[in-house]
T-cell receptor, first 109, second 115 residues
Framework: RKEVEQDPGPFNVPEGATVAFNCTYSNSASQSFFWYRQDCRKEPKLLMSVYSSGNEDGRFTAQLNRASQYISLLIRDSKLSDSATYLCVVFSGNTPLVFGKGTRLSVIA | EAGVAQSPRYKIIEKRQSVAFWCNPISGHATLYWYQQILGQGPKLLIQFQNNGVVDDSQLPKDRFSAERLKGVDSTLKIQPAKLEDSAVYLC?????????????FGQGTRLTVV
């Protein structure tokens, strides 16, 4: 089983739609979780950290389920500018940041 | 605040040639990472430095790849000799510390094409 697994997509959604991405991780000792965003031919940038209690930043909501070892990202009211690849990232303390392969989102007008 | 600087932005070489990439992290960042990102995949860690010491290089193909971070600031990554499968974007990232809540900032990367 890979350390961090994501559905590669692509997810093609209309503007205004709600879309959710899931990510599973294999190391039960993982401590920290993040979502990074990567635009085409650009570098990854931190979108948000994922906390045990769940957290929200505007239209974006991140959830963590430690028992099932998965993380989710919900995007409400999708904008064209949300089109990008969303990378799930896990930190396990004794290993560096481990990235998933990413989920590609295309928001269509 | 200046970001992570990388050079060159693009490089095309023939297989079996050598190539070197340079990275200047954000000032004061103790942790520096080199990642390899093949098209359609997520970044894969090659090596992590804490100041000028290596923390993790378990996925670095040491028969052809080498990296150093002299004086705990700038870093270079070298490939010698290059293979076709080394074609990828090489991303350098830095963070203030290596820890559970430390954001990694990435440079724009070096796009390597081996022909």
């Amino acid at each position: 089983r890979k350390e961090v697994e994501q559905d590669p997509g692509p997810f093609n959604v209309p503007e205004g739609a709600t879309v959710a991405f899931n990510c599973t991780y294999s190391n039960s000792a993982s401590q920290s979780f993040f979502w990074y965003r990567q635009d085409c031919r650009k570098e990854p940038k931190l979108l948000m950290s994922v906390y045990s209690s769940g957290n929200e930043d505007g239209r974006f909501t991140a959830q963590l389920n430690r028992a099932s070892q998965y993380i989710s990202l919900l995007i409400r009211d999708s904008k064209l500018s949300d089109s990008a690849t969303y990378l799930c990232v896990v930190f396990s303390g004794n290993t560096p940041l481990v990235f998933g392969k990413g989920t590609r989102l295309s928001v269509i007008a | 605040e200046a970001g992570v600087a990388q050079s060159p932005r693009y490089k095309i070489i023939e297989k079996r040639q050598s190539v070197a990439f340079w990275c200047n992290p954000i000032s004061g960042h103790a942790t520096l990472y080199w990642y390899q990102q093949i098209l359609g995949q997520g970044p894969k860690l090659l090596i992590q430095f804490q100041n000028n010491g290596v923390v993790d290089d378990s996925q670095l193909p040491k028969d052809r790849f080498s990296a150093e971070r002299l004086k705990g600031v700038d870093s270079t990554l070298k490939i010698q000799p290059a293979k076709l499968e080394d074609s990828a974007v090489y991303l350098c990232a830095s963070s203030l510390v290596s820890g559970w809540d430390s954001e990694a900032f990435f440079g724009q990367g070096t796009r390597l094409t081996v022909v």
